[in-house]
């Protein structure tokens, strides 16, 4: 047992200049031992690792038949892919060079595009201007006609509607506009305000405004109006007349 445990130290000690590769001594060892009568395991041992160097060298041979197959259809697909991204990069080119020659193309057409929009603009800041005159015009229409046939609210509705439309307007930039639509409202508010003051004058003197003296010398002296509740009554919506002249008229 001594000389083995040596032999086994020397063993291990000298590895380099070993003709038995040191595991499978090792190996050997560890499956048969020291007991020599354990040495009839070997057959069953040999069988063992034959099957198992069967086995292994199956495997071997799968992997060797498999990979390189494997390799060369990771191949394939890179080559395939390599070749679709340069079909597209040249699709790419060619639809790149295309738009960019149809802007070349089209840039006059932009350009005289750009003036037809500015023209239109124009045009219809132009027609908005217009209708603006047109609607200022059509309320003075209106106005005169309420006046000629003696409708003075009406008159003084369609103008307080007129001022309206002057204070909407103040945000515009159109001076000329602006101008002319107070120049309007201010044209006709003097009408009304002279019509008004004309038919109040006459209200009132139909009342005998001022009255003088007590109120027994009117009582016998000049007589009351025939139509007294007609004459309060107008005096009333002369009333109502100014104040609604004088609520559509904020200007100074």
């Excluded at 990979?67 to 890179?78: W, Y």
């Excluded at 305000?193 to 027994?216: C, N």
Aim: negative net charge; aromatic residues 8%.
């Amino acid at each position: 047992m001594a000389t083995v445990a040596v032999k086994k130290k020397e063993a291990t000690r000298d590895l380099d200049h070993c003709d038995i590769p040191y595991y499978v001594s090792e190996f050997v060892e560890r499956e048969v031992g020291n007991d020599y009568d354990s040495l009839r395991k070997l057959d069953n041992l040999i069988d063992k690792l034959s099957e198992n160097k069967k086995q292994l060298e199956e495997q071997v041979l799968t992997v060797s038949s498999e990979v390189p197959k494997r390799i060369q259809n990771a191949l394939k697909n890179a080559e395939d892919s390599k070749k679709s991204l340069s079909l597209l990069l040249e699709e790419e080119t060619l639809l790149s060079d295309s738009i960019n020659s149809h802007l070349l193309k089209a840039q006059p057409w932009m350009e005289d595009l750009d003036v037809l929009i500015s023209q239109v603009e124009e045009i219809e800041r132009h027609l908005a201007y217009l209708k603006w005159i047109s609607r200022i015009e059509e309320l003075s229409d209106s106005i005169q006609q309420y006046l000629m046939t003696n409708n003075v609210p009406e008159a003084a509705s369609t103008l307080a509607f007129m001022a309206e439309l002057d204070i909407k307007l103040q945000e515009s930039s159109c001076s000329h506009l602006l101008a002319f639509v107070r120049s309007t409202v201010k044209f006709w508010h003097k009408i009304l305000k002279d019509k008004l003051s004309s038919d109040f004058e006459e209200v009132l003197t139909q009342l005998r405004w001022p009255f003088v003296g007590p109120p027994q010398s009117q009582a016998f002296g000049l007589a009351a109006p025939a139509s007294a509740p007609d004459v309060y009554s107008n005096l009333e919506m002369l009333f109502c007349q100014l104040l609604k002249l004088q609520t559509s008229y904020p200007f100074k």
